[in-house]
């Protein structure tokens, strides 16, 4: 089946002499060095500075431990998937240290690597001007955001590239670009689960361009189950399981819980058009065509995952990026008029230059990173030594990274404890929203392997944890009370030391 969806004119046979000259290019090597030579330009911000968005501690913390020979979901736990984890315990492998500036590197290259797939594809179906559009609108539309969003390697950046590699494979029309595509789609669905909603559009393209329909679309299926599958080689799986999807569903269908949702979602909107006002045009330019069905159903699937928790990220729109493009270049070659794209490039241009220069502005200071974490962690490394655990009850995972003390009680953060999460209003009736589990998992590992430091920032009303004093949940206050004793109050944040022969908690501790 024909996939060329090019205008009337614009197939690559016809293309104007403009378009010829800059056909010389291509999709060959000095367009792609000219498309790296702009994703890292674009991403350059954060490879001078070590930390955008608190998550790149949570997974920073998660690779440490990794490094030091702990597993994922035992050892040291979040509600997130594997492989941007693993891919920072090989950055600290590799680099022997734990900055976070390679992982920034690495996403540029992602980047880089997204924007040339999504061009190659455009080439195909609407020639090379198309292609050039595709690119800019890639590189330029990731970096669109907030520093906090457009800059981090977090799990979103991360699964950029096997996303759109699923994406693109899914419609070379072969039984094997549909194992290929299955594969892509299980590796970002490792790396950001929400992925995962795109096993329908990729088995549709793979039925509606392949020659086998129904085995090519059963391929795609059957790889991405495989692929998502073999994470049990590398951690367990069971856990796993639960700590990526099922134990989940409060936090992803908790819209009672939100505050002001409705609102937040219209902002939400109203913020990404801002930075992806032209890709929007373009695709409304464009229109309907009946074989760009699979690619309106990955751009539901985007947005499916931005609106997922209702919480409206910024980065969740990166999940959305790849088919807006993929639908709106092609209309490119439609557009003769040279002022209208000139407009278009100033649109482009704009709030990408914006953001961008916004990027360079320190957020806590040089290194990006909370000011707070720094006299704390100079108080762990005196306490302790690197060999022993430490707790911190609260969202402040930098305190873990920097100090470089594993987590005891496995979690990186205690909010799967106390139901915490982002835009939910705070206080006990969040505790109804804990993770399953959690508590008991929490209790067991402080008990293996008892921290030698509890810092309680709950007192230190660190990120809202005033609401959530250990006093919530009586099985943490009886084993603080019984097994520590204060040694130090470092900007309201209690430092607790175990002592050195505890009493017995007794048979209620566990809860």
């Given at each position: 089946m ?6 009337p ?5 016809s ?6 000259r ?19 330009v ?51 492998w590799?680099t ?19 924007a ?8 195909r ?7 050039w ?35 693109v ?22 790396t ?7 096993v ?47 134990g ?37 330019r ?27 990220f ?8 790849p ?66 655990r ?52 929490f ?20 990120r ?39 009493a ?8």
């Open positions: 024909s996939t060329d969806l090019s205008p004119g614009a197939s690559p046979q293309e104007r002499p403009a378009t010829r800059l056909a010389r290019w291509g999709v060959g090597l000095p367009f792609a060095l000219l498309v790296l030579a702009a994703a890292l674009a991403r350059a911000p954060g490879f001078s500075r070590g930390l955008f968005d608190p998550d790149e501690a949570a997974i920073a913390t998660m690779g440490m431990v990794v490094q030091h020979g702990g597993v994922l979901y035992r050892d040291v736990i979040d509600r997130k998937p594997p492989l941007a984890p693993l891919l920072y315990a090989l950055s600290f590799v022997g240290s734990r900055k976070l500036e390679p992982l920034h590197v690495l996403a540029a290259l992602e980047l880089a690597g997204a040339l797939l999504i061009a190659a594809e455009v080439r179906r609407a020639g090379t001007r198309a292609a559009w595709a690119a800019g609108l890639m590189v330029a539309g990731a970096v669109a955001f907030h520093p906090v969003d457009a800059q981090a390697a977090n799990y979103s950046h991360l699964a950029l590239l096997p996303g759109c590699g699923a994406i494979a899914a419609r070379r029309g072969s039984t094997r670009s549909a194992a290929l595509a299955g594969v892509l789609l299980g590796l970002a669905t490792l950001r689960q929400t992925w995962l909603i795109g329908f559009p990729a088995a549709l393209a793979a039925w509606y361009h392949g020659g086998r329909r129904w085995r090519d679309a059963a391929v795609v299926v059957a790889t991405t189950a495989a692929t998502i599958l073999a994470i049990g080689v590398i951690v367990p799986f069971g856990p796993f399981v639960h700590w990526t999807f099922s989940n569903g409060t936090l992803l269908f908790g819209f009672g819980h939100s505050q002001s949702p409705l609102r937040r979602a219209g902002e939400a909107i109203e913020y990404f058009l801002i930075g992806h006002v032209v890709v929007c045009l373009l695709v409304v464009r229109g309907w065509h009946r074989e760009d069905l699979d690619l309106w159903l990955w751009l539901a699937a985007g947005l499916v995952a931005v609106a997922a928790g209702f919480r409206y910024g980065h969740y729109w990166l999940q959305v990026l088919p807006l493009v993929l639908l709106g270049a092609p209309a490119i070659a439609s557009v003769n008029a040279a002022w209208v794209r000139v407009g278009l490039v100033v649109l482009v241009a704009v709030p990408t230059v914006w953001y961008w220069q916004e990027a360079w502005a320190p957020i806590h200071g040089t290194s990006n990173i909370d000011r707070r974490a720094f006299p704390l962690v100079a108080e762990v490394r005196k306490l302790t030594s690197p060999n022993d430490i707790t911190v009850w609260g969202s402040f995972p930098e305190i873990y990274w920097l100090s470089g003390r594993d987590p005891g009680g496995a979690f990186v953060l205690t909010d799967f404890l106390v139901g915490k999460t982002a835009f939910w209003s705070d206080g006990p009736q969040r505790l109804a929203d804990a993770t399953p589990g959690a508590l008991h998992t209790l067991a590992s402080m008990e293996e392997h008892p921290p030698k430091l509890f810092l309680d920032t709950s007192t230190g009303a660190v809202r944890y005033q609401y959530y004093p250990i006093t919530l949940i009586p099985a943490v206050h009886r084993l603080v009370v019984a097994h520590y004793h204060r040694v130090a109050r470092i900007d309201g944040v209690t430092i607790y030391e175990r002592d050195p022969h505890p017995a908690p007794g048979p209620s501790a566990r809860g």
